[in-house]
């Protein structure tokens, strides 16, 4: 009897720190895009932080949501990595260069961020906006 009550008192100590531990927090974001090789591109670039538990790109809203543990990641370092892969954002213009890259069906009309970009803000990299 002692010995199944002390099990318990572990069992319940390990399930209460696993769930407090891991703060799951989810974001909605606009993300420009048009096609589903752009959905599998933006989501394969949330997902490509490990801490990332879900990322749903909506073609139609272009919005992406996502799920994530926010005790080892945030916001901003997962919209970087969709910029990064080419994708403006509501956080960061991509690099020039990389949009270029994309297929034709991908490049979608980029929204004039100019008045957001820092004023030495580099397009050939991934810049922020404020």
Not at 27 to 33: C, H, L, Q, S, Y
Not at 37 to 59: F, G, H, L, Q
Request: a positive charge; aromatic letters at 8%.
């Amino acid at each position: 009897m002692n010995t199944i009550l002390k099990s318990g008192i572990l069992f319940l100590s390990i399930f209460l720190f696993s769930n407090f531990s891991a703060q799951t927090k989810t974001f909605k974001a606009r993300v420009e895009g048009n096609c589903g090789m752009c959905k599998e591109r933006i989501e394969t670039a949330a997902k490509a932080d490990k801490n990332v538990k879900s990322a749903d790109w909506s073609m139609s809203k272009k919005v992406l949501t996502v799920s994530y543990d926010a005790s080892k990641t945030d916001k901003k370092a997962i919209l970087k990595n969709v910029a990064s892969v080419g994708h403006d954002n509501e956080m960061f213009r991509a690099s020039d260069k990389v949009y270029n890259d994309l297929d034709a069906c991908c490049q979608y009309d980029r929204p004039d961020n100019s008045k957001k970009l820092a004023k030495n803000a580099d397009k050939k990299q991934v810049c922020e906006l404020k």
